[in-house]
């Protein structure tokens, strides 16, 4: 069965650096889109940046533009959330996730098949 494991959470001063990474295991699909979420306490789970695998094409959530970077590392079966110059609003859970059906990539939440446990981002 799919599996993914989060790792990389942890507590940054504004301004500063962080890298997610996502471990997935089990799956068979050629051609899906993964995507970070984040939720934070009191709001709803939003997607912040998505890739689609198929063309490698990325999506960003206007508030992360130019601040955080989704990557792929094929031979590691690890997807990657880089994230620079954190702010204040950035604090929140992050989750990776997988719609092994996109019609879009990233499409809502609900179309999100698998998802991993969650790592906690919290910025001073």
């Known amino acids: 069965h799919v599996q993914l494991v989060e790792s990389g959470g942890g507590s940054v001063q504004s301004g500063g650096s962080l890298r997610l990474a996502c471990e997935v295991s089990?799956?068979?699909?050629?051609?899906?889109?993964m995507a970070w979420f984040r939720q934070a306490p009191g709001k709803e789970r939003e997607a912040v940046a998505g890739?689609?695998?198929?063309?490698?094409?990325?999506h960003y959530h206007t508030s992360v533009k130019g601040r955080l970077t989704i990557s792929m590392n094929d031979a590691e079966n690890t997807l990657y959330l880089q994230m620079n110059s954190v702010k204040l609003e950035d604090t929140a859970t992050c989750y990776c996730a997988v719609d092994h059906q996109p019609r879009t990539c990233p499409a809502d939440v609900s179309e999100f098949d698998y998802w991993g446990q969650g790592t906690q981002v919290t910025v001073s």
């Open positions: 089990g799956y068979d699909f050629e051609r899906y889109c």
């Open positions: 890739i689609y695998t198929g063309r490698r094409s990325t």
